[in-house]
């Protein structure tokens, strides 16, 4: 099981430091700028995950996150207008973090004995937070305070990985399967753009 964690968390920390860059890249910030953002958006969550759960900090021993988060900062920079091979690339690497660090998270809840409901929370966070304060950094509203779906799609995945547990499918089944479902729900609801109701909608109708 940790064997699998630390690859996942090293996949995660890539492609999170790839969303990271290219919103820092949008925002014109310098190459230490973008490494910066890079670098919150990949260890942010599992940050706070480690200090909430009073565990080793998951990138202060471990060099391979460290290498993960410079190379996908550096090959973000590189081959920014190669990587517009998605119609909306950001939204398309933060889907692929968001699903790696949730099934982390919740994971590293269950070899704590915490309970599911804390292990999906977990999940949660650590697949959310990164974004929050990358968002923050670079003066956006982040995207889990509006009504996209996003944190929603992190829940879910974290359900189904506590229901495969349940019916004892085996590694790596038991990740792979939560973590696509994460990713499909959360670039279903961008490219069709689909979100959840908004409490101001008849405020403004009415207003």
Not at 142 to 151: D, M, R
């Amino acid at each position: 099981m940790d064997t699998i964690i630390e690859y996942i968390n090293i996949s995660g920390s890539f492609v999170f430091a790839v969303s990271g860059a290219l919103i820092a890249m949008k925002k014109r910030l310098d190459p230490f700028g973008v490494l910066i953002v890079a670098f919150i958006t990949a260890v942010g969550g599992g940050t706070l995950r480690d200090i909430l759960i009073d565990r080793q900090v998951f990138w202060l021993y471990n060099n391979s996150i460290i290498y993960a988060v410079i190379t996908g900062a550096t090959v973000a920079m590189i081959f920014k207008s190669k990587m517009n091979f998605f119609s909306k690339p950001i939204f398309f690497y933060d889907a692929l973090g968001l699903g790696l660090f949730s099934i982390t998270g919740v994971q590293i809840g269950l070899e704590a004995d915490l309970s599911s409901s804390i292990c999906i929370l977990l999940g949660t966070v650590t697949g959310v937070f990164g974004g929050v304060l990358r968002d923050v950094v670079v003066n956006r509203i982040p995207v889990v305070f509006k009504k996209e779906i996003y944190a929603t799609a992190s829940i879910l995945g974290g359900f189904l990985y506590l229901f495969l547990m349940k019916l004892e499918v085996p590694n790596p089944y038991l990740q792979i399967a939560p973590i696509l479902f994460i990713i499909i729900i959360r670039l279903t609801a961008v490219f069709f753009n689909i979100s959840l109701p908004s409490i101001y909608k008849d405020k403004l109708k009415h207003g």
